[in-house]
């Protein structure tokens, strides 16, 4: 059975390549979108917000059409607590996912609020953690039966 996957992006990840390099490389994300395609075994969307309300509806929409889901909340990580309560809802597998490694990073970067609400975290492997995370949403479904 194809399990259907949705890959959510918050603020700034459209930029990635020119924002900060030294901390999120040059890869764009389509780029990044590209690799999951090719991972992929089954049907993703993947999609990026600016707006935190956007990627609230998104995960809203993901309850009824989505069997696992992947976020990578950027800077909302730490601080939005109506994105972790639509987290909460999704009752599948969730993955947090970011590009660095947030608990070695400033004060500001280093806690993220949503982790208690995903099913686990991958962190600090740069943009091919994207490719990872998408592995281990199959390995997740897979066990769940």
């Excluded at 389509?30 to 600016?50: H, L, T």
């Amino acid at each position: 059975m194809a399990h259907t996957i949705h890959i959510l992006n918050g603020p700034n990840l459209n930029k990635l390549g020119k924002r900060e390099p030294t901390i999120y490389g040059r890869t764009t994300l389509e780029e990044i979108e590209g690799w999951c395609r090719d991972a992929a075994r089954g049907p993703i969307e993947f999609k990026q917000s600016n707006h935190e309300g956007t990627l609230i509806d998104m995960i809203h929409e993901a309850e009824d059409a989505a069997d696992g889901l992947i976020i990578n909340p950027a800077g909302l990580s730490f601080q939005s607590v109506p994105l972790f309560d639509a987290l909460k809802i999704f009752e599948g597998p969730k993955i947090e996912l970011h590009i660095s490694n947030i608990h070695a990073r400033d004060a500001l970067h280093r806690h993220s609020i949503m982790s208690s609400a995903v099913t686990a975290v991958i962190c600090g492997l740069g943009p091919r953690g994207y490719v990872t995370a998408l592995g281990a949403m199959y390995d997740l479904l897979e066990a769940k039966g």
